[in-house]
Each structure stands twice: as structure tokens, then as C-alpha cells.
């Protein structure tokens, strides 16, 4: 990799709006916790990325915004102690697949390479980025999926349409393999690194937490900025 290439790192995310989301853990903590879990996990996750580091490259972290006005959005990123800038977009209208690949097209005409992620890749960390950029590097597509049949992050060199495809039931535990049912059909071929939690249901935040990939005392990360 050449010093001279940027990398270009998106992460998606919901304004943690009560009730917008997260919902499936509200039998677990109330709509309130539920969507006060969502902000944890987008905020650490960003803390995360913005320390990220490439061999040889530059990382620029770009949020992917939905809901939320832009004063909300300053309000809540604004306090964060942040290693780099985060360069915030909307997402466009239309299903997963369609606002990936317009994410995907964006970062890619300013990179050789996109990667997006989800703010739930608990697990996601340095050494799992340098392995998908470096997977990518080699197979052109590549991606970590998730234990829940979805997958956590993907990096690409080019746009694939038929990963974005609404053939590809989003938010269910179809995504994976319908995607490599696609790709197949297609000819084409990525490369699949190990899968990683995240954190939809109450069974994988208690598990989470007993395996202490979420602390026990999540609740009081961020509180002066809450």
C-alpha cells in the first residue's frame, strides 16, 4: 500500500433516538436504556475508529447519519474526545443495500478503498481493521461477518452491485449467505475473515457483557455528555 492512498472508513448509525432504536432490547432495558445502549455503542465505536491506524495509509472516518437534526448530531459528537475529525453525511433514502452502495460510491471516489461498518461491532478492533484492509487488498472484497448470520463490517476497491442487492433480505440472519449466493452467481469472489458478535437481541448483550466485551458499568461511559 502506497503512503500516498487514503482509506476511507464509514460507519452507519441512527441518531439514538428513544424508541427509534435498538428495540429489540427493550424488554431488557426499557425503551430509555435501550436507546441509551445505542449511544454507547455508536460513541465508542467512533472512538474506536478515529484512533484506527493503516499500514501506509491515511484513515479518514466518515459517520453516516440517519434521523437526528444536524444540531443534534453536533450536541452528541461534539464533547468526544475524537484521535481524528468524523466527517458527517446523510444517508440517502431507500433500503440497506441502496444506502451502502451510495456510502460505497462516495468513499470511493476519494479512496482506493471503502470500508463500512456497523456501530454494534463490539469486537470490531485495530488488528481486525489492518486484517480486512489487508484481505482486501488481496481479493478486491472483503468482509467480517457476524455470529447472527449478518456480517459486522466489509471493505471493497470497487463498487459490486449484487452485494447491495434488494434480492438480500436486510436485518435478518439471510444477509450472508444470500450475499454469497449473489456473488456466486455473479462470479465473483470475497474473501470471509472470522465471525464476531453483535449486539441486537438481550441474549447477545448478556453474553457480551459476560464475556466483557461490554462492561458491566456501560451506563456511566459519557455521562458528563449524556
Not at 435501550?34 to 484506527?52: D, G, H, Y
Request: overall charge negative; proline content about 4%; charged content about 20%.
Amino acid at each position: 500500500m502506497k503512503q500516498t492512498h487514503r482509506i476511507e472508513l464509514g460507519l452507519f448509525a441512527k441518531f439514538p433516538e428513544t424508541g427509534r432504536v435498538k428495540t429489540r432490547l427493550a424488554p431488557l432495558l426499557g425503551e430509555q436504556g435501550a436507546a441509551r445502549f445505542a449511544r454507547w455503542l455508536l460513541l465508542t465505536a467512533l472512538k474506536k475508529a478515529s484512533a484506527f491506524t493503516a499500514e501506509g495509509g491515511i484513515v479518514r472516518v466518515n459517520l453516516w447519519t440517519e434521523g437526528g437534526t444536524d444540531a443534534q448530531w453536533k450536541a452528541l459528537l461534539e464533547p468526544l474526545q475524537l484521535s481524528a475529525p468524523i466527517h458527517l453525511h446523510r444517508q440517502v433514502q431507500g433500503h440497506l443495500g441502496e444506502r451502502m452502495q451510495h456510502a460505497t460510491q462516495i468513499q470511493l471516489g476519494a479512496s482506493h478503498v471503502s470500508l463500512l461498518i456497523g456501530p454494534d461491532a463490539i469486537e470490531f478492533s485495530q488488528t481486525d481493521f489492518q486484517k480486512l484492509l489487508n484481505a482486501v487488498e488481496e481479493h478486491g472484497l472483503a468482509f467480517t461477518p457476524a455470529h447472527d448470520g449478518g456480517y459486522v463490517a466489509f471493505a471493497c476497491v470497487r463498487p459490486v452491485a449484487c452485494i447491495f442487492s434488494g434480492d438480500i433480505q436486510w436485518g435478518t440472519n439471510q444477509v450472508a449467505e444470500q450475499t454469497q449466493q449473489l456473488l456466486k452467481r455473479a462470479g465473483l469472489q470475497a474473501r470471509w475473515l472470522s465471525p464476531q458478535a453483535d449486539i441486537d437481541e438481550p441474549a447477545d448483550l448478556q453474553q457480551a457483557l459476560a464475556r466483557g466485551s461490554v462492561p458491566e458499568d456501560w451506563m456511566n461511559d459519557y455521562s458528563d455528555d449524556a
